[in-house]
């Protein structure tokens, strides 16, 4: 609450040890998407308007700068002005938004939320869903062609548990 929120707009993606943020540092839409899951749902669990406020801080912030409005689907991560930094598609990162996105409308009923939520389901389905063998494929250049990239786990496959789980 006190060290990681950037005023400027969503969190510092590097907090030392003793508390200081590295201002410069990535952002990955990943974690701003379990900060947003985290303190959405703690606001709904107890109620408390720091998490409220932390909650829709983080929404405003994923809502603004983490999806990508020309290509669909989230960024893998921004810079710490919050531009695109890596545009590369990560299926499981679109879901941990659709979780983020989800849970912080249940709390709050916020529709903006809920709709971008559907939005990037939509997304997966379309683009990342492989109907011929079934499960989702896991990553996917900016543009949802084919990459040459590892999945989220290092590995070069095009489909993973990991992803799957989530």
């Known amino acids: 609450l006190e060290n990681t929120v950037d005023p400027d707009g969503g969190f510092y993606g590097v907090v030392n040890g003793d508390g200081t943020a590295v201002k410069h540092a990535e952002r990955g839409t990943l974690m701003t998407s379990r900060i947003l899951w985290t303190f959405s749902r703690a606001y709904r669990e107890y109620g408390l308007d720091e998490y409220r406020k932390m909650a829709d801080h983080a929404a405003a912030y994923l809502l603004d700068k983490c999806i990508d409005r020309k290509y669909g689907g989230v960024y893998w991560s921004l810079d710490a002005e919050g531009a695109m930094k890596d545009g590369s598609k990560q299926t499981y990162a679109t879901a941990f938004a659709i979780y983020g996105l989800s849970e912080h409308f249940r709390a709050t009923g916020d529709r903006n ?25 896991e990553t996917f250049k900016r543009d949802y062609t084919a990459g040459d990239s590892k999945g989220v786990d290092g590995r070069v496959a095009s489909k993973t548990m990991n992803t799957h789980i989530h």
């Open 113 to 137: 939320s809920l709709d971008a939520a559907m939005e990037l389901y939509n997304t997966l389905e379309s683009k990342a869903h492989d109907r011929q063998n079934k499960g989702y494929f």
